[in-house]
């Protein structure tokens, strides 16, 4: 399977971006998929997560109550929805595929996007 996200760029503090994150040659309906971000510097970080099902969602503190991670069966697609945007959460954001419905541990995903860039201006 292949992941291509899309929708980063560069936005204002307070705005919005909606990330889209679309799977290609083979469909991702019975996988947790995930949303990941790295800062400068920084280590790669969970940021959001969704069950096969959409019936369950996990989030970072950090982005709780600002970010909302979805999908769409039908498009083979996972999008995130970040909104109130500030310059800490500038980072490239990496989808990513987990072999089960339930998404366990972090480093159990075994399929990753490219990576799109957010870029946070205060």
């Known amino acids: 399977v292949q992941l291509q996200a899309s929708g980063g760029g560069l936005v204002q503090a307070g705005g919005s971006l909606r990330l889209s994150c679309a799977a290609s040659?083979?469909?991702?309906?019975?996988?947790?998929m995930g949303w990941f971000r790295r800062a400068p510097g920084k280590e790669r970080e969970f940021v959001a997560a969704?069950?096969?099902?959409?019936?369950?969602?996990w989030y970072a503190d950090s982005v709780k109550g600002r970010f909302t991670i979805s999908r769409d069966i039908a498009k083979n697609t996972v999008y995130l929805r970040m909104n109130t945007l500030k310059p800490e959460d500038t980072a490239v954001y990496y989808c990513?595929?987990?072999?089960?419905?339930?998404?366990?541990?972090?480093?159990?995903?075994?399929?990753w996007g490219q990576g799109t860039q957010v870029t946070v201006s205060s």
């Open positions: 040659g083979r469909s991702i309906a019975s996988s947790g």
């Open positions: 990513a595929k987990h072999p089960f419905g339930i998404p366990t541990a972090n480093r159990d995903y075994d399929y």
């Open positions: 969704i069950s096969s099902s959409a019936g369950h969602t």
